[in-house]
Nanobody, 121 residues
């Protein structure tokens, strides 16, 4: 089965940086996109950034000038470099990927378990 493993969350002061990484493993034929969502307590889950297989990217307006998403196709990995972090960035961050698993005709949506990012002094 396909799994997404996240790493890099933690506690950081405002203005600091963190780098999140997510690696997909298992029976994978192809990956159409990988990205990150986040969810703060009492709020809906929102898209933070996404990168497609061709290299195109999407960012939430609130993070566009501070975060950068990148990929390593050979490792089935996506990373999110988060700079100039603000308390408003505090949330659980979830890796998300559209992956065609082995034995499947279509891409399917996969989620990581989430990693906590806390921005506080």
């Amino acid at each position: 089965q396909v799994q997404l493993l996240e790493s890099g969350g933690g506690l950081v002061q405002p203005g600091g940086s963190l780098r999140l990484s997510c690696t997909a493993s298992g029976s994978i034929l192809s990956i159409a996109s990988m990205g990150w969502y986040r969810q703060a307590p009492g709020k809906q889950r929102e898209l933070v950034a996404r990168i497609f297989s061709g290299g195109n990217t999407n960012y939430a307006d609130s993070v566009k000038d501070r975060f950068s998403i990148s990929r390593d196709n050979a490792k089935n990995m996506v990373s999110l470099q988060m700079n100039s972090l603000k308390p408003e960035d505090t949330a659980v961050y979830y890796c998300n990927a559209q992956i065609r698993p082995g034995g499947s005709r279509y891409n399917r949506d996969f989620w990581g378990q989430g990693t906590q990012v806390t921005v506080s002094s």
